[in-house]
């Protein structure tokens, strides 16, 4: 089976303070990760993807991603918080090797960022 | 290219009636996923669509269904809507070409259901 978990429903930060968001895994099988975010009412905007290449993975909007596969972890980390970075994020995995396209998703961390 | 659309981005619905969704995938993806999101249960995926062939589904009851036509487009329908049908349903587009090993999805804004 596969699941992820987000530890921290709501994270506040400082404006140009770090942003680390957790993410971890359960996977049988090589996992593909993905962070996305969501603004109000608005739907997923995808920000990154592993898919076992390079365990460090750079997105848009200068968020980045250590795949870790001993500590099961895809954290999402960005060195300076913006104002704008507030919104929610998912962490997400999908198998692949199933023939399956389906995403399992994170419960979401609140992203609040404080002037 | 244009993004995955969906509509109608909000809609307002009473117990019993039934309502059909559409999405509209990005040119050239021929796989189309449908999650719903709700606050308590967080976001679920519902079914894959690919070549007009249901592939995959979630933990879903019958009332939910859905299709996708010649052209990619798909459309989910909930029958019989109960007062926890009340979410957002978000579609996905993906690629799925064979031989590729990445397999992204990209989502639309969603349509807002409310179920009075």
């Known amino acids: 089976a596969q699941s992820v978990t987000q530890l921290g429903s709501h994270v506040s930060v400082s404006e140009g303070a770090l942003v680390l968001l957790r993410c971890n895994y359960s996977?049988?099988?090589?996992?593909?990760l993905f962070w996305y975010v969501q603004y109000p009412n608005q739907g997923l905007q995808l920000l990154l993807k592993?898919?076992?290449?390079?365990?460090l993975v750079k997105g848009i909007n200068g968020f980045e991603a250590e795949f870790k596969k001993s500590e099961t972890s895809f954290h999402l980390t960005k060195p300076s918080a913006h104002m704008s970075d507030a919104a929610e994020y998912f962490c997400a995995v999908s198998i692949h090797q199933t023939g399956a396209n389906n995403l399992f998703f994170g419960t979401g961390t609140r992203l609040t960022v404080i002037p | 290219k244009a993004g995955v659309t969906q509509t109608p981005r909000y809609l307002i619905k009473t117990r019993g009636q039934q309502v059909t969704l559409s999405c509209s995938p990005i040119?050239?993806?021929?796989?189309v996923s449908w999650y719903q999101q709700t606050p308590g249960q967080g976001l679920q995926f519902l079914f894959e669509?690919?070549?007009?062939?249901?592939?995959n589904k979630g933990n879903f009851p019958g009332r939910f269904s859905g299709r996708q036509f010649s052209n990619s487009r798909s459309e989910m329908n909930v029958s019989t809507l109960e007062l926890g049908d009340s979410a957002l349903y978000l579609c996905a587009s993906s690629p799925r070409v064979a031989g590729t090993s990445t397999d992204t999805q990209y989502f639309g804004p969603g349509t807002r259901l409310t179920v009075l």
């Open positions: 592993y898919t076992s290449a390079a365990t």
């Open positions: 996977s049988s099988v090589p996992p593909y």
């Open positions: 669509y690919f070549s007009e062939t249901q592939r």
């Open positions: 040119s050239g993806h021929r796989s």
